[in-house]
């Protein structure tokens, strides 16, 4: 069985006429009908028949078309991944990332890196989703890159590349809309609205909490901003979390902390065991010279 044969039967298959499938194949009528003939011997069963002026596929033909293509499309996946990896900066980048770093992050960093190379060879395939999630596509090879927070799980390496301020985010109408800055005594008896347990920042802040033996009574959980922030105006508690356009649209105060450092670093995540291709591997660098000068007391990489 070859591959020739292979794409002959699908282009068959899929116009249902011998005269039509040559023309599009670019060959004779008699060199199709021998190679279909041939596949047709090996495989011992037969494909087409006829019916009147016209083919359909058999019950045979019908069950393995289904195999035929995907054997046919897994090859050319094959081809396009080796031509990744003879082309550095060229190729299909799966970087996934969070939520909270869509709108200023994640576009300045595809910017400053097509600046970096002086190029737009490299295209960018996104995912978004909650951290917990992406950790796993990281893990099995579907994601490339992740921007998101700290991870957890040795295997996946990070570079910090930016700080992310976190506020207390009240609705206008309470007893602290009006305050310039906020300690976390005064929001001791406050009511919170938590971004979910499977979120980065959720581990992140409690660990902070944690570090200044504080407890908040969290009232309820979300597993998107825009539903802690709708929550947040009705009154049914306080929340904290970044600043991002879509609290623009509700009627919110957000005050800075003065008493504790209220920031969580935004890394470049990769998994230690997958092996790179080289479009990935000129962004991880690219995250490297970002990282090494934010860690130099450089501003925020991605601004």
């Not at 292979?6 to 060199?31: D, G, K, N």
């Not at 799966?94 to 190379?117: E, T, W």
């Not at 609290?247 to 450092?261: A, E, G, K, M, Q």
Request: with cysteine.
């Amino acid at each position: 069985m070859t591959l020739q044969q292979l794409r002959y039967f699908c282009v068959t298959a899929e116009v249902l006429h011998y005269t039509r499938a040559a023309a599009l194949l670019y060959i004779s009528q008699p060199s199709l009908s021998y190679a279909l003939s041939k596949l047709e011997k090996e495989l011992n069963v037969p494909l087409f028949e006829k019916q009147g002026k016209q083919i359909a596929l058999t019950k045979y033909g019908a069950e393995f078309l289904p195999y035929a293509k995907r054997a046919l499309s897994e090859l050319s996946k094959g081809q396009e991944r080796l031509k990744e990896l003879r082309a550095p900066g060229a190729g299909i980048i799966n970087l996934g990332y969070i939520y909270s770093v869509s709108f200023s992050v994640l576009p300045s960093f595809v910017d400053r890196f097509y600046a970096h190379i002086g190029s737009r060879q490299t295209a960018f395939r996104f995912r978004q989703g909650m951290a917990g999630g992406l950790i796993e596509h990281l893990l099995n090879g579907s994601l490339d890159l992740l921007i998101s927070g700290k991870p957890e799980i040795d295997s996946v390496e990070y570079l910090p590349v930016a700080s992310q301020e976190l506020f207390l985010t009240v609705p206008a109408s309470h007893p602290l809309a009006g305050r310039a800055s906020v300690t976390l005594a005064d929001v001791a008896d406050e009511q919170f609205i938590s971004i979910t347990h499977e979120a980065v920042i959720y581990r992140e802040l409690a660990d902070k909490f944690k570090q200044f033996s504080f407890s908040p009574h969290i009232v309820f959980e979300a597993d998107e901003y825009s539903s802690i922030a709708a929550s947040v105006t009705t009154g049914a508690g306080v929340a904290i979390m970044p600043k991002l356009p879509i609290l623009d649209t509700f009627n919110l105060r957000l005050i800075p902390f003065s008493d504790v450092p209220m920031r969580r670093d935004v890394c470049i995540l990769r998994y230690r065991l997958h092996t790179m291709s080289p479009a990935a591997q000129s962004v991880w660098e690219f995250a490297e010279h970002l990282s090494e000068a934010y860690r130099n007391g450089a501003n925020d990489a991605f601004r």
